[in-house]
């Protein structure tokens, strides 16, 4: 796959045209909480107008559409509060909302003539799910936090990001195994409603992916610029 160039959308481009060219790009605006029906303004101006630091939104933007996950973004400059929306934002909409769809479309579209195997395919997802909540529950009550004590200069918190970097996991992994599971060994003949989940499923793998590169490629080294910052050593 060729590599994205860093910086492909900038601020002066319509924000109209990224999200007609790019429709994933509307995950991004409902968490940023940027609402539809911008005309022809341009990107910056309808992040100036939500509020949204616009090189922080183009980073995400620019990181979701890139083939390589795994590319470099250390020249962005960031902007750590509106990143913290962004990941609270996004913590909210995969456990109350698309996990949850997930589930119950998953339980309508098991057969019933496969009532012991749909049990521990619904206990499976019940415990990837569990897995999601505890690991987004804690960047919410420790992560977090911490991070916002720093944007006010206490740092009163006996915490560092390299913690939160040793802890750190794709939380897409399991969701790929049990994708996988399914595809290889769930035989039934309602073939239009399971793959639709698994549409659903492969749609969340990849948007958890892209979650945890902001997660490790942009808000993480913000963090560690911060923490260098206030320790007075150059990043």
């Given at each position: ?22 429709y ?15 005309k ?23 990181l ?7 590319h ?19 913590h ?14 998953l ?7 496969l ?7 619904l ?9 999601v ?7 919410e ?9 720093l ?32 595809i290889k060994?769930y ?49």
């Amino acid at each position: 796959m060729s590599k994205l160039k860093i910086g492909k959308y900038k601020e002066a481009d319509s924000m109209s045209n990224l999200i007609c060219q790019n429709y994933p790009a509307l995950l991004v605006l409902s968490r940023f909480e940027m609402k539809l029906g911008f005309k022809d303004k341009s990107i910056g101006e309808v992040c100036n107008e939500n509020n949204v630091d616009t090189k922080t939104f183009l980073a995400i933007i620019n990181l979701l559409l890139c083939d390589d996950i795994n590319h470099d973004c250390s020249n962005y400059d960031l902007f750590a509060p509106s990143l913290i929306l962004y990941l609270h934002n996004s913590h909210d909409y995969f456990v109350n909302y698309r996990l949850p769809d997930i589930r119950e479309k998953l339980k309508n579209a098991l057969t019933q003539e496969l009532k012991d195997l749909n049990k521990a395919v619904l206990y499976y997802f019940d415990e990837y799910v569990s897995e999601v909540r505890k690991h987004m529950s804690y960047e919410e009550e420790i992560v977090f936090p911490y991070v916002r004590s720093l944007i006010e200069g206490k740092k009163k918190i006996k915490y560092n990001i390299g913690i939160f970097i040793k802890q750190h996991n794709q939380i897409e992994i399991k969701l790929t195994e049990f994708k996988n599971i399914m595809i290889k060994y769930y035989e039934t003949e309602s073939t239009n409603e399971i793959n639709n989940v698994l549409f659903d499923i492969f749609n969340c793998e990849s948007d958890l992916a892209v979650h945890n590169a902001v997660e490790n490629k942009l808000f993480v080294p913000a963090i560690i610029e911060m923490e260098l910052k206030k320790s007075g050593k150059k990043p």
